[in-house]
């Protein structure tokens, strides 16, 4: 098997409910792949298959043997009131070493945080430290469940620049969901678009451009992903602003 993950003929089911049905795709090693789709789609159904939370009702997901997954969650709910510095955050459930957790908080690009206490950290701090987190283990395969949830944009686009770098850097494969459509397809090497099935799939011009897509989503996404991917054959200036594209596109 050359995929890491790989979803065959999957359908998964509440209470009798199907919510997703002929699901088939494949992550392969250093791949970023998205999960797009309208609410109540069944994404965050997949990811909890994928990751084997959720027993399939037809079907089934084969990993490849030895596969190390880092889980990014949406969000984490911390007792206000319980003094938690992110150096101990970062080693719970297991000990690290403070050169592993300063290593990962730098990966995750957060460096000279770990004394800080995890209630005093901004919504784009809390979850780069839950990615630092999903990359102590040093994963072959990262699964972020809408990550930049409560981000505004510019934050989540720097959180999704973050999550390019890391591919970059380790050269692990990515799957995640999102809502930051036009962000996150840029950041995507394919797209699945969700709609109780795959209803389109492929790179993010392809799936922009097909008519189930626009169906869902309108026919916006594809001019922000083209502002977005602009060449840079010119400057910005000493001050680039990255996030320009981005928000010029709102
Ligand atoms: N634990 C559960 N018990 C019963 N039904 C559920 C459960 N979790 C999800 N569902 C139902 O399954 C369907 C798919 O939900 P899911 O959360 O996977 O969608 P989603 O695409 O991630 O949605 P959103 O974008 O709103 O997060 C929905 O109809 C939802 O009500």
Same mark, same amino acid.
């Given at each position: 098997?050359?995929? $890491?993950?790989?979803?065959?003929?999957? +359908?998964?089911?509440?209470?009798?409910?199907?919510?997703?049905?002929?699901?088939?795709?494949?992550?392969?090693?250093? /791949?970023?792949?998205?999960?797009?789709?309208?609410?109540?789609?069944?994404?965050?159904? $997949?990811?909890?298959?994928?990751?084997?939370?959720?027993?399939?009702?037809?079907?089934?997901?084969?990993?490849?043997?030895?596969?190390?997954?880092?889980?990014?969650?949406?969000?984490?709910?911390?007792?206000?009131?319980?003094?938690?510095?992110?150096?101990?955050?970062?080693?719970?459930?297991?000990?690290?070493?403070?050169?592993?957790? !300063?290593?990962?908080?730098?990966?995750?690009?957060?460096?000279?945080?770990?004394?800080?206490?995890?209630?005093? $950290?901004?919504?784009?701090?809390?979850? #780069?430290?839950?990615? +630092? #987190?999903?990359?102590?283990?040093?994963?072959?395969?990262?699964?972020?469940? /809408?990550? !930049?949830?409560?981000?505004?944009?510019?934050?989540?686009?720097?959180?999704?620049?973050?999550? /390019?770098?890391?591919? #970059?850097?380790?050269?692990?494969?990515?799957?995640?969901?999102?809502?930051?459509?036009?962000?996150?397809?840029?950041?995507?090497?394919?797209?699945? &678009?969700?709609?109780?099935?795959?209803? &389109? *799939?492929?790179?993010? *011009?392809?799936?922009?451009?097909?008519?189930?897509?626009?169906?869902?989503?309108?026919?916006?996404?594809?001019?922000?992903?083209?502002?977005?991917?602009?060449?840079?054959?010119?400057?910005?200036?000493? *001050? &680039?602003?990255?996030?320009?594209?981005?928000?010029?596109?709102?």
């Amino acid at each position: 098997m050359n995929a $890491l993950l790989e979803a065959r003929d999957l +359908a998964l089911a509440y209470h009798g409910r199907t919510v997703l049905h002929d699901v088939s795709f494949g992550i392969s090693p250093g /791949e970023i792949v998205t999960i797009v789709g309208p609410n109540g789609s069944g994404k965050s159904s $997949l990811i909890r298959a994928m990751i084997g939370a959720l027993v399939p009702a037809q079907g089934h997901v084969t990993r490849r043997p030895g596969l190390k997954i880092g889980y990014v969650p949406q969000s984490l709910a911390i007792d206000a009131t319980l003094p938690l510095s992110v150096a101990r955050f970062l080693n719970l459930p297991r000990r690290m070493t403070s050169a592993k957790i !300063t290593h990962a908080l730098s990966e995750a690009g957060l460096p000279d945080l770990a004394r800080q206490q995890m209630t005093d $950290l901004s919504g784009g701090q809390f979850q #780069r430290v839950l990615l +630092a #987190r999903a990359l102590l283990n040093e994963p072959d395969l990262l699964i972020l469940d /809408e990550p !930049t949830q409560g981000l505004d944009q510019p934050g989540s686009a720097q959180f999704y620049r973050q999550i /390019e770098a890391v591919r #970059r850097d380790k050269g692990c494969a990515v799957l995640m969901v999102s809502h930051d459509l036009h962000v996150v397809m840029a950041a995507s090497d394919r797209v699945l &678009c969700l709609n109780g099935h795959i209803c &389109c *799939e492929g790179t993010p *011009e392809i799936v922009a451009s097909a008519p189930e897509y626009r169906a869902l989503f309108g026919t916006g996404t594809q001019g922000t992903l083209a502002l977005y991917r602009h060449e840079h054959t010119h400057s910005h200036g000493p *001050e &680039c602003d990255h996030d320009a594209p981005q928000r010029a596109a709102e």
